[in-house]
């Protein structure tokens, strides 16, 4: 069983939090790097939502939701 199958099922259930744990890591590295590997960041947290299947929808490029209109 490789690592990310293992982490698959310890997030079953969990997948919200994960996301928002992924988003909060990706505002970190930008705020270290102050912006200088966002686009990178930025397919990092996709490319990691989609591993983990919590793919969200509603939200923007940063990652946040986007306000109601």
Do not use: C, F, I
Request: charged letters at 35%.
């Amino acid at each position: 069983m490789s690592m990310m199958d293992k982490l698959k099922q310890m997030l079953k259930g969990h997948e919200e939090q994960a996301g928002q744990g992924v988003d909060k890591a990706g505002d970190y590295v930008d705020g270290r790097t102050r912006g200088k590997y966002s686009g990178q960041v930025d397919s990092a947290q996709e490319r990691l939502r989609q591993q983990m299947g919590s793919e969200q929808t509603g939200q923007n490029d940063t990652g946040r939701e986007d306000p109601p209109r």
